[in-house]
């Protein structure tokens, strides 16, 4: 990583909000200008995965009492794929619990992503786990576009939360995804504990690697896992991480995801001014997200604010 840019971006801390929030919304519209991506994703597989991420609901090794199911079906997800494109999104995104999945799996999904992309005008993305270059070519071939794997947080803080795998896997299979010629969508959660530093980190490694797009999510505490009783991140804050996250990485689409509801609350359409470009509707893996009206309404208001029809 390098560490001179780092240091340089610290000085950005120093900023205050107006000030930060000026300069990230500069930046969006020298290199975004009025482009807006929405996505919506389907919980496809969901539950019992062996991994202990202290963030996740659905991790076998807490009690949250998350629904337990195997693999849908492609009827079942193909009808969740027109829903999202009804409610705006642009892209679509089958994502399922566990560190990977089956190959038979993987040849469901397959047939799954062909039928999406046979039937609907919506992009295909996949969220599925660590996989092999093989099923990376495999999925390609049946018409997915770009692939999701979260780094979560910085390398540094990664042991915090999770240490059933490490932070090599996370980045390695970014690498294997974008050799098959997948685009990749990669960023984290805000809010667990990391730090400024942390954040910013953060943000110079997925410059590195040149992902698409960079979801940012902030920390729901769910119920029964470890992190349950950790305080959410102010307004202010996510905002603040949103303009870094805008200034660092320049013309990468930034997508405001789970949290932006609870955490940010009337501050919503603040997010577009700090240089968010996109968002998630319709929901998350398992939390409830706001109303598809509500969504439609605030991207018509920022189209005003951004002189855009």
Same mark, same amino acid.
């Given at each position: 990583? +390098?560490?001179?840019?780092?240091?340089? =971006?610290?000085?950005?801390?120093?900023?205050?909000? +107006?000030?930060?929030?000026?300069?990230?919304?500069?930046?969006?519209?020298a290199h975004i200008r009025s482009k807006i991506e929405l996505c919506g994703i389907v919980n496809a597989k969901s539950g019992v995965c062996g991994e202990d991420c202290?963030?996740?609901? /659905?991790?076998?090794? =807490?009690?949250?009492?998350?629904?337990?199911?195997?693999?849908?079906?492609?009827?079942?997800?193909?009808?969740?794929?027109?829903?999202? =494109?009804?409610?705006?999104?642009?892209?679509?995104?089958?994502?399922?619990?566990?560190?990977?999945?089956?190959?038979?799996?993987?040849?469901?999904?397959?047939?799954?992503?062909?039928?999406?992309?046979?039937n609907t005008e919506i992009n295909v993305c996949a969220s599925l786990g660590a996989l092999s270059e093989e099923d990376f070519l495999a999925l390609k071939e049946a018409?997915?576009?770009?692939y999701h794997h979260n780094i979560e947080t910085s390398e540094r803080y990664y042991s915090s939360i999770v240490s059933t795998h490490d932070y090599d896997e996370r980045?390695?299979?970014?690498?294997?995804?974008?050799?098959?010629?997948?685009?990749?969508?990669?960023?984290?959660?805000?809010? @667990?504990?990391?730090?400024?530093? +942390?954040?910013?980190?953060?943000?110079?490694?997925?410059?590195?690697?040149?992902?698409?797009?960079?979801?940012?999510?902030?920390?729901?505490?769910?119920?029964?896992?470890?992190?349950?009783?950790?305080?959410?991140?102010?307004?202010?804050?996510?905002?603040?991480?949103?303009?870094?996250?805008?200034?660092?990485?320049?013309?990468?689409?930034?997508?405001?995801?789970?949290?932006?509801?609870?955490?940010?609350? +009337?501050? /919503?359409?603040?997010?577009?001014?700090?240089?968010?470009?996109? @968002?998630?509707?319709?929901? =998350?893996?398992?939390?409830?997200?706001?109303?598809?009206?509500?969504?439609?309404?605030?991207?018509?208001?920022?189209?005003?604010?951004?002189?855009?029809?």
């Amino acid at each position: 990583m +390098d560490t001179l840019r780092c240091k340089e =971006y610290q000085k950005l801390l120093g900023l205050t909000t +107006d000030e930060l929030v000026f300069r990230a919304n500069k930046v969006r519209k020298a290199h975004i200008r009025s482009k807006i991506e929405l996505c919506g994703i389907v919980n496809a597989k969901s539950g019992v995965c062996g991994e202990d991420c202290k963030f996740c609901a /659905q991790s076998a090794k =807490y009690c949250t009492n998350v629904p337990i199911y195997p693999l849908m079906t492609k009827a079942e997800i193909l009808e969740e794929a027109k829903k999202a =494109y009804d409610n705006g999104a642009e892209r679509f995104g089958i994502v399922t619990s566990g560190n990977r999945l089956t190959k038979d799996e993987i040849e469901g999904v397959s047939g799954t992503i062909t039928a999406i992309s046979k039937n609907t005008e919506i992009n295909v993305c996949a969220s599925l786990g660590a996989l092999s270059e093989e099923d990376f070519l495999a999925l390609k071939e049946a018409g997915l576009i770009r692939y999701h794997h979260n780094i979560e947080t910085s390398e540094r803080y990664y042991s915090s939360i999770v240490s059933t795998h490490d932070y090599d896997e996370r980045i390695n299979t970014i690498k294997v995804a974008k050799n098959a010629g997948l685009e990749v969508c990669s960023g984290g959660i805000l809010g @667990m504990g990391e730090t400024w530093q +942390d954040r910013i980190d953060m943000a110079v490694l997925l410059k590195e690697l040149n992902v698409s797009s960079v979801p940012l999510n902030f920390l729901i505490p769910i119920k029964g896992t470890p992190m349950e009783n950790v305080k959410p991140i102010s307004p202010i804050d996510a905002i603040r991480s949103i303009a870094l996250f805008r200034i660092i990485l320049e013309d990468v689409i930034i997508k405001v995801v789970a949290g932006r509801e609870s955490v940010l609350r +009337d501050f /919503q359409g603040m997010m577009y001014l700090a240089g968010a470009n996109g @968002m998630m509707v319709g929901g =998350y893996l398992t939390v409830k997200g706001g109303s598809p009206c509500d969504d439609k309404e605030l991207l018509k208001e920022i189209r005003k604010l951004w002189n855009v029809e």
